[in-house]
Structure formats: C-alpha cells, structure tokens
T-cell receptor
C-alpha cells in the first residue's frame, strides 16, 4: 500500500529541547516536502527536496532543518523548538515536482506538535 | 509570490443539496489547480484537479470549473452526503516554478446536515 508515514503522531515538548519528526515514503518518490497547518492559514510549505541531497527552503523555513540522505526518508528537525512552532505538521511526497499527470501529492497523516 | 483566497471558511448544507467553494489566485502563470479533502485526524487527499487547458472537469458528484481570465476556480459538490463533511482546500501551482510546491487556500469546513 502506498504510504507516507510520519512519527511521532503526537508530541508535547519543552522550549529548546531538540526534536526530530521522521517521514518515510514507500513509493520511490523523488519529491518530498514538509508543511505546517495552522488555523485560518491553510498549509504552508516549510522545506522541500527534489531528490537525495537536494533540499531547499519553502515559505516558512525559519527554525527548521531537514536532510535527505536517502530517497525514502525526509526528517524534519527542530533544533530549538519555540511555542510558535506549535502546529500540525504534514509530510508529503510525489513522483516528481511537476504538474504533469501522475504527480499527485500524497500526504502523511500529520504530527501534532505542542511546544510549552 | 502566489496568493490564494478561499471562500467561504465554513459552509453548512442539507443532505442532498449542492455545495460550492470558490478560490481566487494572483499569479497568472499558475496552471494547475487541485482540490484536497481533509477528514478529521487525517492528511489531505486529492479529490479532483484541473489544468489550465480545460475549463471544467467532472468526477461523479464532484466538479471543478476554472476561469483563467478572472483567475478563479470553484469546487462543486452535488447531492451532498454526510460523508462529504470535511475541510476542503484549494491549491495552485505554476508549472514553471518546478521546484516549489503548491500554494494552498485557507480551507473551507463543510458540514452536511442529515
């Protein structure tokens, strides 16, 4: 079954304590990205990756890091979390980044992160 | 950058009625317009999309219309059912930007009353 898997699904942490949200896809997709979802703002892209070792900033990258050492994994790293990073996070992947047929974006089920 | 506005933010309809959600966008280079449905506790799922070379696309009870001149597109759901209750997001993408992904609207919470 085609899947984008995120962990953890729910996390409460304290300000400044480094954390990593993992993301893995089993579809051999080249393109992966992270979004955060906040009330009234829809989904905003944090970082994206076109392929292994190729990453770039999205619309709201401040306070986040990513890495793409393997094609299937794209972890999101919060080096020093702050309360304004409390949000619902989604990892997503697609075969490629274009808009041609077959490049449907698949989303994971989300990770609720609370920073106190 | 691209700006996408989505209306209404909430929509309540009676079962069997139609629902219409509208989005406007700012970048005339945008040429891909998907709609996503997000059920409680789940990630968004693509339900229909349209590219700029067509004006309308239908898939059973769901249709999307696009007006490129006016830079707006709409989702139409006919004969609504309680399982249509969810949050719906529109999105846009310009093909030439390649590297960047979708710009999303702020979402519409649709409630279908049985």
């Amino acid at each position: 079954e085609a899947q984008v898997t995120q962990n953890p699904r729910y996390l409460i942490t304290v300000t400044g304590k480094k954390l990593t949200v993992t993301c893995s896809q089993n579809m051999n997709h080249e393109y992966m990205s992270w979004y955060r979802q906040d009330p009234g703002l829809g989904l905003r892209q944090i970082y994206y990756s076109m392929n292994v070792e190729v990453t770039d900033k999205g619309d709201v990258p401040e306070g986040y890091k990513v890495s793409r050492k393997e094609k299937r994994n794209f972890p999101l790293i919060l080096e020093s979390p702050s309360p304004n990073q409390t949000s619902l996070y989604f990892c997503a992947s697609s075969l490629r980044s274009g808009t041609g047929g077959g490049n449907t974006i698949y989303f994971g089920e989300g990770s609720w992160l609370t920073v106190v | 950058g691209e700006n996408v506005e989505q209306h209404p933010s909430t929509l309540s309809v009676q079962e069997g009625d139609s629902a219409v959600i509208k989005c406007t966008y700012s970048d005339s280079a945008s040429n891909y317009f998907p709609w996503y449905k997000q059920e409680l506790g789940k990630g968004p799922q693509l339900i229909i999309d349209i590219r700029s070379n067509v004006g309308e696309k239908k898939d059973q009870r769901i249709a999307v219309t696009l007006n490129k001149t006016a830079k707006h597109f709409s989702l139409h759901i006919t004969e609504t059912q309680p399982e249509d209750s969810a949050v719906y997001f529109c999105a846009v993408k310009a093909m030439d930007t390649g590297r960047r992904a979708l710009t999303f609207g702020s979402g519409t919470r649709l409630q279908v009353q049985p």
